[in-house]
Structures are given as C-alpha cells and as structure tokens.
C-alpha cells in the first residue's frame, strides 16, 4: 500500500492542477509529441541511416501488430501508446519520406547515444539539431504546447562498464558529468527554439537485461556495474531537470522512475502479470539474450517482459505508457504526462519533492 504522506502529496498536486486549470483558461491541449532517444523509441529511423539490414525492419518484430515497421518491439513503442492517449496518429520517423508531420516527428533512432560518434546512427545532440533544422514545419504556438520525450544514454553506460569493468567512483561520476552536461545542452536548443513542455524516462537497471546478463556468463543475478551507472545517471539527471526548471522561465517536465518500474517487473513479474522477466520471449541463449529471429521466438509475447535481449515487449511498453500518463507522483513526478499536457504555461510550475537519493532504488511503489 502506498505511504498515506505520498497520498496526500498527489491529492495536493492533482488539486491544484485542477484549481490551475479551472482559473487559467489557457491551458494547453498540445497535439504534438517530438520523440528523442534510442532503439527504445525508435519508430524506423534507423532503416534510413545504414546500408545493412535492419532487424526491427523484418520479423518476428512486429508480430503482434501484423507488421514489422523497424521498431524494436514484437509491436507498439512507448510513444506509439502515449500518441494514442493523446489522440493523435503514431509519430513518424524524421528520416522517413512522404510522412504527415503534423501531429510532430520522432528523431528517435537505434544505437543512438548521448556521447561520442557511432556509426549509421545520430547522436542525441544530431537528434536536437536534425529538430532544429525542421523546426519551421511547425508554429511557434505548436512548439511551445508540445511534449518533448526523451530515452536515451543506455549505449553510452554499456559501452562504458565493458571498457572499465573496475572504474573509480571518481572515473564513474566523471564520466555521467559529461553525459548530463552534453544532455543540458540539447535541452537547451530545444528550449531555445521553443520547446516548454519536456518528459524524460530515466535509464533502465541496465545490468538487468538479459543481454548483458547472459553475456556476463551470470545468467542468476543482475550485473552490478551498469545498473549502478544507470542510478547515478538517473540521480544526476534529475538534479539537472529541476536546477532548469527553476532557472529557465516556463520550463515544465516530467520524469519517470523507469528503473523501478523495471526491476519490479524483472523481480516479481508475477505482479505485472507476466510469466517472467528474466529471459526474453525471443533469441537465443539461456536467457534469449541474442540473436533473435523468427525461427526462436516465443508464441506468448504477452507473457514476456522483455521481447528480445534488451527491448519490451509491447504489453511491457503499454503498462510503461499507462505510468507515465496517469501515475501519481511517486512513479512520475511532479506531474504525470496528462497532467503536463494541460498544464498552462503562463503560470508557476508545481516542482517535485521526491528524494533525489530515492530515484532509482528498488521499493518504489509502481502501479
């Protein structure tokens, strides 16, 4: 059962965005979600920027929609849910052609990172500047009520922990120093050019995947090191998120508590109503953590947390979409994505009281 003080905190905020929305009559129905991140997020970008084969562009992905669209899921992302609860049509990749921008572009793509130059991918600083570039499709009414979401750092902590298995505390928050600062200056183009509204879903418990996992030849436990990393990123980003919404005027956010949610389900799948969320429902390997293709996939993927080593399954991104639209604030604070979207831009924003030393840890109550 949630903590009564938690209770009351959401009954607090929930009241006065409500009292907020009932004086201000500008409120705004934003129709428009711009997308940044990863494979996570990716709704076929990454078709468009290599000469191999793509294999979210074939199945098994997409077998649970009748369709493989270069999303890396057995069906709908994250986004493609929060579009739907927003009421607008799935957002198309920017690197598509003859798409309908209208309702927005999603600049997500896999193998993204926030540091460094990977090959066939762009970085999330690429990601900002490729918005800029577009940016005049749309109205500076329409920038300014649109949600910008974001996942992205998860290559960066994973290439990290392979390359310095037994780094300093010092070496750890130097590196997550420099992934936050590159962060800060991508949110701020995007504030720059208009961007108000921002929801960022922390890092997964990295070294719970099964990738990483079955790779580490410890199929039992989750590695330490990149969840460890996914923490302190997490800790660290959040920090961020609330200096600028104090320093920037109009600055509004969300932040979702994605690691808890996912350890939760990894730990007692049974309570989401999954079979596991150990292995995934298709690869190969002990714990599917590989090389998925049609030939190894499962015929449940409902019954799985992860679909393949390292991405959702398409219920898991669904339970994830509900979180971040309707949670309280224990889950997403200060103000979860529905609440965001109406929130009026012309008024204080009502800032979190969460524990930063809390984020990330596991106990955290998860609807």
């Known amino acids: 059962m949630a903590d009564p003080n938690w209770r009351l905190f959401s009954l607090s905020c929930l009241l006065l965005t409500t009292l907020a929305l009932l004086h201000y009559p500008?409120?705004?129905?934003?129709?428009?979600?711009?997308?940044?991140?990863?494979?996570?997020?990716?709704?076929?970008?990454?078709?468009?920027?290599?000469?191999?084969?793509?294999?979210?562009?074939?199945?098994?992905?997409?077998?649970?929609?009748?369709e493989a669209t270069g999303r890396w899921s057995d069906g709908l992302t994250v986004p493609d849910?929060?579009?739907?609860?927003?009421?607008?049509?799935?957002?198309s990749p920017i690197l598509g052609s003859s798409v309908d921008f209208t309702h927005g572009a999603s600049f997500a793509i896999a193998d993204a990172s926030v540091l460094g130059s990977p090959l066939e991918t762009m970085t999330l600083s690429q990601q900002v500047m490729k918005f800029s570039q577009n940016k005049n499709k749309w109205t500076d009414k329409t920038l300014s009520e649109a949600i910008y979401l974001t996942y992205i750092g998860s290559d960066d902590y994973l290439n990290f922990a392979k390359d310095n298995p037994n780094p300093s505390d010092d070496q750890k928050q130097a590196f997550v120093d420099q992934v936050i600062t590159s962060m800060e200056a991508s949110i701020k183009v995007i504030y720059d050019a208009g961007g108000r509204k921002f929801?960022?879903?922390?890092?997964?418990?990295?070294?719970?995947?099964?990738?990483v996992k079955q790779e580490s030849g410890n199929e039992k436990d989750c590695m330490n090191l990149p969840s460890e990393m996914a923490a302190l990123h997490n800790k660290n980003l959040l920090k961020l998120i609330e200096r600028l919404a104090q320093d920037l005027e109009s600055f509004q956010y969300s932040f979702y508590d994605f690691f808890s949610s996912i350890q939760n389900r990894v730990f007692e799948p049974d309570t989401?109503?999954?079979?596991?969320?150990?292995?995934?429902?298709?690869g190969t390997g002990p714990l599917k953590g590989t090389g998925c293709a049609a030939k190894n996939v499962c015929v449940n993927p409902n019954e799985y947390v992860f679909f393949d080593g390292k991405h959702l399954t398409q219920d898991a991104n669904l339970q994830v979409a509900h979180l971040m639209w309707n949670a309280d604030p224990q889950v997403i604070e200060p103000n979860n994505l529905r609440e965001l979207l109406l929130f009026p831009l012309d008024i204080p924003f009502i800032f979190s009281v969460k524990r930063l030393d809390q984020v990330g840890k596991a106990g955290s109550f998860v609807m």
């Not at 849910?81 to 049509?89: C, E, K, N, T, V």
């Not at 929801?199 to 990738?211: D, I, R, S, T, Y």
């Open 26 to 66: 500008t409120a705004s129905l934003a129709q428009t979600l711009f997308v940044f991140g990863d494979s996570y997020y990716d709704a076929g970008n990454k078709q468009f920027l290599t000469g191999n084969s793509v294999y979210a562009n074939s199945p098994p992905y997409g077998i649970s929609i009748g």
């Open 81 to 91: 849910h929060l579009a739907r609860f927003m009421g607008i049509p799935k957002i």
């Open 199 to 211: 929801a960022f879903q922390n890092l997964a418990p990295l070294g719970c995947l099964p990738v």
């Open 272 to 282: 989401y109503i999954f079979g596991t969320g150990t292995a995934a429902c298709c």
